[in-house]
């Protein structure tokens, strides 16, 4: 069975100066690869962590963050009203960065990931599915083109079972969504 994980959800506080976002605060986001954890400390398997920041924060910390290998994605993003009816997923740019940072990736966790990116664009009429092949490692590699381009991407199907993609589909969910 695949490996079960997590992705670290927002704490609604920004990263850099600990203030609490209240509703209606705009804040920049970022999902970023999580460092590998030390010993002794938290041991947590998950391999994405998300951060916030307040607009504050971020013009200061923006530079050092935006081009770091290990920062998959950012956004910018307000907090909800309490009660109001949360988007269900950033733009679709955003997703389509997300797969192509997460290209080569080799974790096992990381290939479901993008697999299921790849099945939202393609439902989000994104990404068209041209064909398949077998892989070194005896899994199919799709290759797929971005609408609108002649840029192809390849992905490795991962063989997952319907649970299994509903539970990453959640898990993205969380992510992008992201409760404050």
């Known amino acids: ?3 079960e994980y997590n992705i670290t959800k927002t704490t609604g ?21 999580a460092p590998a954890p030390v010993e002794g400390e938290d041991d947590s398997d998950d391999p994405f962590a998300r951060e916030d920041y307040c607009l504050t924060c971020w013009d200061a910390a923006a530079e050092a ?7 998959l ?6 907090v909800p009203q309490p009660k109001e009816k949360r988007k269900t997923f950033v733009d679709d740019d955003v997703l389509i960065g997300f797969l ?6 080799e974790e ?14 393609m439902r989000k009429k994104r990404l068209i599915y041209e064909r398949s092949a077998p892989g070194g490692d005896g ?7 971005l609408r609108g381009t002649d840029s ?14 509903a539970d990453l589909s959640h898990q993205l969910g969380v992510i992008l969504e992201g409760e404050l």
Do not use: H, Y
């Open 1 to 3: 069975m695949a490996k």
């Open 13 to 33: 506080r920004c990263r850099a100066c600990g203030k609490e976002m209240s509703p209606g605060d705009a804040f920049v986001a970022t999902v970023r690869e």
């Open 65 to 71: 963050v935006e081009g770091q290998p290990d920062v």
């Open 73 to 78: 994605g950012i956004w910018r993003s307000r």
């Open 100 to 105: 192509e940072r997460l290209e080569g990736a």
């Open 108 to 121: 096992e966790a990381k290939v479901q990931f993008r697999f299921v990116l790849a099945l939202i664009l």
């Open 139 to 145: 899994r199919d590699v799709w290759t797929m083109r």
């Open 152 to 165: 192809t991407c390849e992905v490795i199907d991962p063989q997952l079972n319907d649970e299994k993609i």
